[in-house]
């Protein structure tokens, strides 16, 4: 099946900074979504970006599909930004599911 | 739009009893809905597929007589932990989808078995 690899697994900021949060997959993909898991554990829908680039505030997106890789991009960031961000993919020879990578923990400092 | 409702939000029971999990797509019809398990620090896996009036497909390793999935229409699916032990604690998440489409999650439920 097909490989999610988040990187980097952990990241520190301090409030105000910017940082960019990569992933990787080992096939051609028809859905990718980027989420942030808060500490009750709710997934928050950041964006379903399988190809070009979006924005959405502080936050935005890009897949580079025929490079098998996504970024997200976090301005400004604010404490509130802490948690678990996850990339997840659907192939195409998929029942519609998503397969998660393991995660980039960003934690900011105030 | 595309809300989908998880109850109960947080669940403890004592071991050998059942557990009945719901997830209810509240504004689309669900095609297909997926059941995910988290354990802590851990990402996401899936559980089992349903199909709204057939059979789930279970992902290997999941037994699918402990984890009973029911999708009865295209608006609910359930997930019954029968026999609950305590290594069944965790962090179950439903998602729901019509199709070639996001994929939408509820808030989960966590499990707690003592």
């Known amino acids: 099946g097909i490989q999610v690899e988040q990187s980097p697994p952990d990241l520190i900021l301090q409030e105000g900074a910017n940082s960019t949060l990569r992933c990787n997959f080992s096939d051609s993909v028809n859905n990718l979504q980027w989420f942030h898991q808060n500490p009750w554990g709710q997934l928050i829908n950041l964006f379903y970006?399988?190809?070009g680039t979006k924005q959405n505030g502080r936050l935005s997106a890009t897949t580079v599909a025929t490079e098998r890789y996504s970024l997200l991009y976090i301005s400004s960031s604010q404490t509130t930004d802490s948690g678990v961000y996850f990339c997840?993919?659907?192939?195409?020879?998929?029942?519609?599911?998503?397969?998660f990578g393991k995660g980039t923990k960003l934690s900011v400092k105030p | 739009g595309a809300v989908v409702s998880q109850h109960p939000s947080r669940v403890i029971c004592k071991s050998g009893t059942s557990v009945k999990i719901e997830c209810r797509s509240l504004d689309f019809q669900a095609t297909t809905m997926f059941w995910y398990r988290q354990f802590p620090k851990q990402s996401l896996m899936l559980m089992a597929t349903s199909n709204e009036g057939s059979k789930a497909t279970y992902e290997q390793g999941v037994e699918k007589d402990k984890f009973l999935i029911n999708h009865a229409s295209l608006t609910l699916s359930t997930l019954t932990v029968t026999s609950a032990h305590p290594e069944d604690s965790s962090f179950y998440i439903c998602?729901?989808?019509?199709?070639?489409?996001?994929?939408?999650f509820g808030n989960g439920t966590r499990l707690t078995v003592t």
């Open positions: 970006i399988p190809s």
């Open positions: 998602s729901a989808t019509t199709g070639n489409s996001p994929l939408h």
């Open positions: 997840a993919v659907r192939g195409g020879g998929s029942q519609g599911n998503l397969i």
